[in-house]
């Protein structure tokens, strides 16, 4: 069974950064995409950003020229780099891997960003 492991979060002033860490426990074969959601107290979860298996990103209109999504293949790591945080940014984050023609769908526990006025 894949696992998926966050790390990277934490507390940080506005205008800060952090930069976030999603570690799978082994190698996943065929992999589609590779994603961060989050999800605030109260509101829906969020796409925040995606990376395909052809290199593409896409990211949410209100992390867009603030976040970058990268990955590395060989450590089976997917990357989220926050800068210039705001408040609003403040929610649990979580990964997500889908693999195998979408049919295969792995998430992480989830790493909390709180950041601060």
């Known amino acids: 069974q894949v696992q998926l492991v966050e790390s990277g979060g934490g507390l940080v002033q506005a205008g800060g950064s952090l930069r976030l860490s999603c570690a799978a426990s082994?190698?996943?074969?065929?992999?589609?995409?590779m994603r961060w959601y989050r999800q605030a107290p109260g509101k829906q979860r969020e796409l925040v950003a995606v990376i395909t298996s052809a290199g593409s990103t896409n990211y949410a209109d209100s992390v867009k020229g603030r976040f970058t999504i990268s990955r590395d293949n060989a450590k089976n790591t997917v990357y989220l780099q926050m800068n210039s945080l705001k408040p609003e940014d403040t929610a649990v984050y979580h990964c997500n891997v889908v693999a195998r023609n979408w049919r295969y769908d792995y998430w992480g526990q989830g790493t909390q960003v709180t950041v601060s006025s």
């Open positions: 082994e190698s996943i074969f065929s992999i589609n995409a």
